[in-house]
């Protein structure tokens, strides 16, 4: 079995959105490296479960790191993307998006507007 690489595991950190098959965390680094976090566009006609999958998943960045710079680690790329130079956004220039260490944090004025119950101190699932 090929080696893999470093990843930190944010340990307490939800692994998904309860009764859903959204997941928040990877269980270990991909062996061919971390997958590139991109923007992705939201589109307004997002079903509501999509919706609540982002919000919940700020709600355990803001709980979790708050208003710190966090390192990627096992954090799944795939949820980052569709919160990606909006609500999070890199922390450290070069920002290098295929890197289990990139550093990212929470754009706190534009995540408040866009998914203001992700700050609220209970999310309701």
Known sequence: MPKL????????????LPGTGFQFTIRRANPKGATKIIERKRYADRSDQDRKADAAF????????????????????????????REVIP??????????????Q??????????????EEIFEV
Not at 5 to 15: A, E, I, N, Q, V
Not at 58 to 85: M, Q
């Open 58 to 85: 700020l709600h355990s960045l803001w709980h979790h790191f708050g208003d710190e710079p966090f390192e990627r680690g096992n954090l799944d790329a795939g949820r980052l993307s569709w919160l990606f130079n």
């Open 5 to 16: 690489p470093d990843m930190t595991k944010h340990r307490g950190f939800p692994s998904g």
């Open 106 to 119: 929470i754009n706190e004025d534009q995540a408040r507007e866009s998914f203001p119950e992700a700050f």
């Open 91 to 104: 922390a450290e220039t070069p920002f290098d998006p295929q890197s289990y260490e990139a550093l990212l």
